[in-house]
């Protein structure tokens, strides 16, 4: 039975490939770990494949996939995950940034300890400041929004129990919040280990500034998506009926008010000629359309779910 697979994202990275797959060769005998290397190519436009494949064809443990075309990092985790054969699943960058030293670590906190997953934490960085402020600050809000006490959320290095990655699956820019999707997937054990961060050998980074802003949206997305993917009436139809009722209350106050003045013999404006009752009439309106797409979203979940939606942890005499 393979023990590790380690599965390495490749996007433009020829020249550390053979320097990589030596050196985790080399950490893999000395700890007697059998394992597959996987490399992902996510539409190099260098040399890259064929230095896998030359790779692949000199080592019996390394494997490969390429795409088409860049696909982005999510993606190339996915496949990688979905083709794992290892009882402990490993990701690192393909950089040299990540030590493979750590891969017999991260194996022993999984297969030993009983962790689910266990995520890297880059404590001394060899990045420039424009990466590790907005970092902290990024890392900050998604323990925040999460409830998950990592430092590093976007670390590369991470190891998984098998189960974990054939039950999750990982779309647009996904991978900076596996450690969430796992956590609503009902895997609770998330730990953390401080790990070795390399100032980068060959090449330059592929990410820029822009990574932050789309990581925001990301996790706006992925907390909203499980959290109402199966009861989408919870969020559209709570904030529909409190703009309901915020805009009938204000309607109701707004007719009371006239009432009074008119038997008090007060001088009173018309209903419709007062702001009040057009942000009124507004709320009235989005609160009907909100609770309608509630309902809707409803209806089109409760025909698409199926059972294999749901994760099954064991079964007996099935």
């Known amino acids: 039975m393979t023990q590790v697979s380690i599965i390495v994202p490749v996007y ?9 797959t030596e050196w985790i060769e080399r950490v893999m ?4 770990l059998t394992y597959e290397l996987l490399f992902i190519d996510d539409g190099s436009s260098d040399h890259s494949w ?7 064809h000199a080592n019996g443990h390394v494997k490969g996939v390429a795409f088409s075309r ?4 999510s993606a190339a985790l996915d496949i990688g995950f979905s083709k794992a054969l290892g009882e402990v699943v490993v990701t690192m960058d393909a950089d040299l940034q990540d030590s493979p030293d750590e891969v017999p670590s991260l194996y022993h906190m999984i297969s030993k300890e009983g962790y689910d997953v266990v995520s890297g934490w880059k404590k001394k960085r060899y990045d420039p ?16 929004i999460s409830g998950i006490k990592l430092h590093d959320f976007n670390c590369g290095l991470k190891a998984y129990r098998r189960k974990v990655v054939k039950q999750i699956h990982l779309y ?19 730990g953390e280990k401080v790990v070795e961060h390399r100032a980068r050998k060959y090449g330059s980074t592929k990410f820029g ?3 932050f802003i789309h990581g925001f949206l990301d996790l706006i997305s992925v907390s909203f998506v499980n959290r109402y993917k199966k009861k989408p009436m919870h969020f559209f139809g709570s904030l529909g009926t409190i703009s309901f009722l915020g805009g009938f209350l204000i309607t109701c106050w707004l007719v009371i008010e006239k009432i009074r003045s008119l038997r008090l013999g007060l001088s009173v404006r018309e209903v419709t000629d007062q702001p009040l009752f057009y942000l009124s009439l507004v709320a009235l309106i989005v609160g009907v359309q909100l609770f309608l797409t509630g309902f ?20 007996i005499n099935f």
Not at 29 to 32: A, S
Not at 50 to 56: D, N, Q, R, T
Not at 70 to 73: E, I
């Open 296 to 315: 809707m979203a409803e209806m089109m979940t409760s025909n698409s779910s199926r059972k294999s939606d749901y994760n099954i942890d064991d079964e």
């Open 12 to 20: 433009n990275e020829e020249e550390s490939l053979p320097e990589l």
């Open 172 to 190: 647009g820019e996904m991978h900076r919040y596996i450690p969430l999707i796992a956590k609503w997937n009902g895997f609770t054990k998330i």
């Open 50 to 56: 064929e230095v896998i494949e030359k790779l692949a």
């Open 209 to 211: 500034i822009e990574r």
């Open 70 to 73: 860049n696909y982005g990092k």
């Open 129 to 144: 400041f424009t990466k590790t402020i907005p970092s902290k600050f990024f890392n900050g809000v998604t323990r925040l």
């Open 29 to 32: 005998q000395q700890h007697q």
